[in-house]
Structures are given as C-alpha cells and as structure tokens.
C-alpha cells in the first residue's frame, strides 16, 4: 500500500515539470535514500534537497536522476545557492555543463549576491568552471556580489593571473574600482598594461616589455599570458618591434632593457625573425645598431644555429658601418664558431646516415634522410662505391631511385667516375647494379 502511494506521489511530481523518468520508482527511492535516509513518500522537497545534496557532492548521475524526475532547476538552499551557484561554489564543471544545459540561470545569486562566476574564481580553485560560464550568451560578467566586486576584482585580490587572463579575454571591464584594488595589490602596472591594451592590436606583454617592465614582463610569461615562442601568436616578434622601438626613439639601452629581453629569449622569442619590411633586420642588426654588446652577444648565445651564418655576415657589415668595430670583432667569433657548430653537425649527420646504411637500418636511413633539406645522396653513393658496400648502394636505391640514377648517369661525383672506380675495384655487382642504373659503359 506504501508502494502505491509514492507511484502516485511521483507521477504527479513529474506530470507537473513535464519530465519523464525513465528508471522505477524503486530506483528513484533508492537514489533519494543515500541523502534522506526517512523518506518512504516521494515530495518535491524531497528532490530539491537531494538534487542540492547530489550537487555538493559532485555526483553527476544522481543530479541527472533528480532532475530527470522533476527536481527544481533553481531550488535554494539555506544560503541561497541553487544547484549550479552551488557546483560553482565546489568546482564542479561537468555538473554545471548539465545544468547549464537544462537551462539553469546562469546569472542566479544567492543571499551575498555572488554569482556563479564570482564564486567559480574565489573558492573552486578550477577555472574551467568560470571557462565554461562565460561561453554562454547571457553571463553578465561585470555583475557585483554584496560587498561591490566584481569577479576580475576578486581575481585582482586573490592574485590570481590566470583568472585575470581568463576574464580578460570574457570581456571583463576594467574600471576605476578595480583599478584601485589592482593598485593596493601591487599589480598597479599590470592592471594598466591589461588595460591598455583591452580592445586594440597591441597586446598586455607588448605593453609591459615596450615600458620595460620586468615584473609584469615576468607574471604574463609566467601565467602563460602570451607564447613568444608559437610562431602564430601576436607576440612572436616582440624582440624585434622591441628593439625597432628603441632605435626610433633613439633610446640608450639599460640593464631593464637587457634584462627584458633575456626574458624573452627564455621563453623562446624569435631572434631569427625580421619586422615583416625588411627581413633581414632581424634583432641581431638591431641590436648593433643600438650598440649594445650586452645584447648582440645574449642573441648571438640563445639564437645560433644552423643557417645563422648569413645573419651574423649581415650583422658584421651593419657594426663596421657604423663604426663599432668592438661589436665586428665579437660578432665575428661567433661566426667562426657556428662554421665549426655546422661541420660538427654535418659530420655528425653523415656518420649516422652510413651506419645506417650499413647496417641494413632502412627505417632509420629514411627518417636521417627526411631531416636534411639537401641529402647529399652523392656523398652516400660515392660512399657506397668506394667501400664496396652493395647493400649500402641498393637501400639508397630503394629509397632515392631518382637521386640515385642521376648519379649514376653523371661522369663525374666529387671528380670521380663511379663505373670506373667500380671497375677499377674489381666489384663486377656494383659495376652491374651501376650499368642498370643508365651508367654508360663507354665512360
């Protein structure tokens, strides 16, 4: 009889939010038991309870059960909070996503008028939560919980960079109130950097490094505000705009002004990148035109690598120019030292191509020989000829036919003729392999 009567107790709860639940009351019951161990007549209080209770703790499949069988989107607990301002309160990103989903008010307060994305950033300690509220069309992100602030001020006193970022790109407004409290903080400059660049090209790194502000230099990079070293972002030739700036104000670089550039190269600007007018005024040019050494030997340390030498070329004919033979002679020992860097690479290059030839690796030939723009398939089939390593000489026709023929129908492959030397070797199987190949006979 006690059965009968909680049917119809739910089936009118659900008839009334024209939700239909595809479990048995049994299972309902079940369910409501793990939060209100007294219930035997299913109410709508009962629910709501229970769906704030699932929400509290994090329990997706209950919260879908309450809600499926007709439990109150924006039913409140004691404090205030509904069921999302109270996933909110706790962090619960995919409880909100559902909730969001049914159509939960994603602007709802409780009795301190915080929001869900007030309390997404003061007490969940994931942003994820305060990603997915201000996705949705109707957030009103500048709304003030009762003592006045908004959620970028509550990001502003808790420090918090990542959620300034966040609610930065949400369209965040950045007013005196919070501007006051950014200052209180210590993040005054910050705060100002963020500002100014809300709305316009520039963005707050470009900002921060143009007045040569280390530590707000060092909180955006730090908090993955921007990638200096992502070829796609805005920021990938900050070193470059950096220095331009200096030359066209004619300003003398300090100690700050190295420093911030350090600090950069640390985090992967590009030094190889020119300002998109000329392309070979790249921040080592730049750097001898302002005649800093601090800054042509820093670049020189973090940016050589293979293919610099024309840099460095270009850059010993800008320091002679303009008279700084101090900066030539500097610039020149690096040159000389990325001509050894290249051969040591090369030779190093080439080793590991013949030991994989030799050895019959041709996985790890193919992959050695995919990574040199130039190949070089000359020097392996010469290689191959001379050591009399068939093999050798059969993998590179599997994997280079074209290059290989081409070889092999020239006269000559560093001054020698391959068929000759074959023949000169007594190696009648290269000699043949070579005939195939279209080496004339006749040679």
Not at 146 to 164: C, P, Q, S
Not at 270 to 289: I, N, R, W, Y
Not at 364 to 370: E, I, M, N, Q, Y
């Amino acid at each position: 009889m006690q059965r009968s009567h909680n049917n119809t107790n739910t089936a009118s709860v659900m008839a009334e939010h024209n939700e239909s639940f595809s479990g048995s009351v049994d299972s309902l019951l079940d369910c409501i038991h793990k939060y209100e161990n007294s219930v035997t007549i299913i109410s709508q209080n009962d629910l709501n309870r229970c769906l704030l209770k699932a929400c509290s703790l994090g329990d997706l499949s209950d919260v879908q059960v309450f809600i499926q069988s007709g439990a109150d989107l924006e039913t409140r607990h004691d404090s205030g909070n509904t069921p999302l301002l109270t996933c909110a309160k706790n962090g619960f990103t995919d409880i909100a996503s559902f909730l969001l989903e049914k159509g939960a008010d994603v602007n709802a307060s409780n009795h301190f008028e915080e929001t869900p994305l007030i309390l997404s950033v003061r007490l969940s300690g994931s942003l994820d939560l305060a990603k997915l509220l201000l996705k949705q069309k109707k957030i009103e992100v500048d709304r003030t919980d009762g003592a006045g602030y908004t959620a970028l001020m509550v990001a502003i006193e808790r420090k918090d960079i990542e959620a300034m970022q966040i609610l930065f790109h949400g369209k965040a407004s950045f007013g005196i109130a919070a501007e006051m409290l950014a200052k209180s903080v210590g993040f005054d400059k910050l705060f100002r950097h963020l500002k100014k660049s809300k709305n316009k090209k520039r963005t707050p790194l470009h900002k921060a490094v143009l007045e040569s502000d280390l530590h707000s230099v060092n909180l955006l990079l730090a908090n993955h505000f921007s990638c200096p070293a992502d070829p796609h972002s805005r920021d990938y030739k900050i070193i470059t705009q950096f220095l331009d700036s200096k030359i066209r104000t004619r300003c003398e670089i300090k100690d700050q002004d190295v420093a911030v550039v350090k600090t950069l190269l640390v985090y992967g600007a590009s030094v190889k990148e020119g300002d998109g007018k000329c392309d070979h005024f790249t921040p080592l040019h730049k750097a001898v035109k302002l005649g800093s050494g601090q800054l042509v030997k820093m670049i020189c340390d973090y940016g050589i690598d293979q293919g610099a030498e024309q840099d460095f070329t270009r850059a010993v004919a800008v320091a002679k120019a303009t008279e700084r033979y101090d900066l030539a002679k500097l610039l020149m020992r690096y040159v000389n030292r990325e001509k050894k860097v290249i051969q040591r690479v090369k030779h190093n290059y080439n080793y590991a191509v013949t030991a994989a030839l030799e050895k019959g690796h041709i996985e790890c030939a193919t992959t050695l020989l995919k990574q040199s723009a130039s190949k070089n398939i000359a020097f392996f089939v010469l290689q191959a000829v001379e050591r009399q390593i068939l093999n050798s000489l059969k993998i590179l026709v599997e994997l280079e036919p074209e290059h290989v023929k081409q070889c092999a129908l020239s006269k000559e492959i560093k001054g020698r003729d391959l068929l000759g030397l074959a023949r000169e070797l007594g190696n009648r199987e290269i000699e043949n392999l070579l005939i195939d190949l279209g080496a004339s006979a006749g040679f």
